[in-house]
């Protein structure tokens, strides 16, 4: 039983850890790639950042 209230009291946290890397993967991977994103679209970089902003 004790183990069980160590596991919960440990889940705000796991669900914080994923929240962040959920964030951070879909919010700034894509503006490491943006170069790459525009030229394969074939359009400016600021073009291809409004895209991923929307």
């Given at each position: 039983?004790?183990?069980?209230?160590?596991?919960?009291?440990?889940?705000?946290?796991?669900?914080?850890?994923?929240?962040?890397?959920?964030?951070?993967?879909?919010?700034?991977?894509?503006?490491?790639?943006?170069?790459?994103?525009a030229?394969?679209?074939?359009?400016?970089?600021?073009?291809?950042?409004?895209?991923?902003?929307?």
């Open positions: 039983m004790q183990k069980k209230k160590s596991f919960t009291r440990w889940l705000p946290l796991i669900g914080l850890t994923f929240a962040v890397f959920v964030f951070n993967t879909s919010e700034f991977m894509p503006i490491g790639l943006l170069t790459d994103i030229t394969d679209l074939k359009i400016s970089e600021a073009r291809a950042g409004l895209l991923i902003s929307v």
